[in-house]
């Protein structure tokens, strides 16, 4: 089983600064990795797909890079409405493994 | 409009059994591979289950294997999960999704907005 490790756990920014989310695979997942944001009492919602793709609707201040082992998730400019629990996920073997999660808090 | 409609949670003994039921709307469910994703209070996203389009495939968590089975219903466009053996690290809320692109098993794009199942005696 792939594990991914997200760091940091908690992340405490203000509106408008860049935030910087971090994803590590146990072994290489090559580009088959995915983020999702969950909001209190909500389902998660797929923001980036195949490690830089956005999905439909999402704004252009969110973005992936990274490859193999090592990914990122870039907020460039944080909104009021960012601030939730990101996840990500891996597809490249079974079982599809999520990340902890990182939790992205107001400072 | 496009969406899943999860039903069929509730609290249930150890060793008891349920079904969930995901009732999908606005595309072409038969067309789509979907899949369970459950959260135990406070904690993260865990895979369950996944299913191809047809039917004919199907991939289970370790956790799960051998005690839930999933299954869809392409003429009723409904996805299943039948819980048996149910354990108190069953308790969460399950989360029915679809994946995003046609017969393909990549990315869950929809999430329905879950099923709570509470394994307690």
């Known amino acids: 089983e792939i594990v991914l490790t997200q760091s940091p756990a908690t992340l405490s920014l203000s509106p408008g600064e860049r935030a910087t989310l971090s994803c590590r695979a146990s072994?290489?997942?090559?580009?088959?990795l995915a983020w999702y944001q969950q909001k209190p009492g909500q389902a998660p919602r797929l923001l980036i797909y195949?490690?830089?793709n956005r999905a439909t609707g999402i704004p252009t201040r969110f973005s992936g890079s990274g490859s193999g082992t090592d990914f990122t998730l870039t907020i460039s400019s944080l909104e009021p409405e960012d601030f939730a629990v990101y996840y990500c996920?891996?597809?490249?073997?079974?079982?599809?493994?999520f990340g902890q999660g990182t939790k992205l808090e107001i400072k | 409009e496009v969406q899943l409609l999860e039903s069929g949670g509730g609290l249930v003994p150890p060793g008891g059994s349920l079904r969930l039921s995901c009732a999908a709307s606005g595309f072409t469910f038969s067309s789509y591979a979907m899949g369970w994703v459950r959260q135990a209070p406070g904690k993260g996203l865990e895979w369950v289950s996944s299913?191809?389009?047809?039917?004919?495939?199907?991939y289970y968590a370790d956790s799960v294997k051998g005690r839930f089975t999933i299954s869809r219903d392409n003429s009723k466009d409904t996805l299943y999960l039948q819980m048996n053996s149910l354990r108190a690290e069953d308790t969460a809320m399950y989360y029915c999704?679809?994946?995003?692109?046609?017969?393909?098993?990549?990315?869950?794009?929809?999430w329905g907005q879950g099923a709570l199942v509470t394994v307690s005696p």
């Open positions: 299913l191809s389009a047809d039917g004919e495939a199907t």
């Open positions: 195949d490690v830089s």
């Open positions: 999704a679809k994946y995003r692109t046609v017969f393909g098993v990549d990315w869950f794009d929809l």
């Open positions: 996920q891996q597809r490249s073997n079974w079982p599809k493994t």
């Open positions: 072994q290489s997942v090559r580009t088959y």
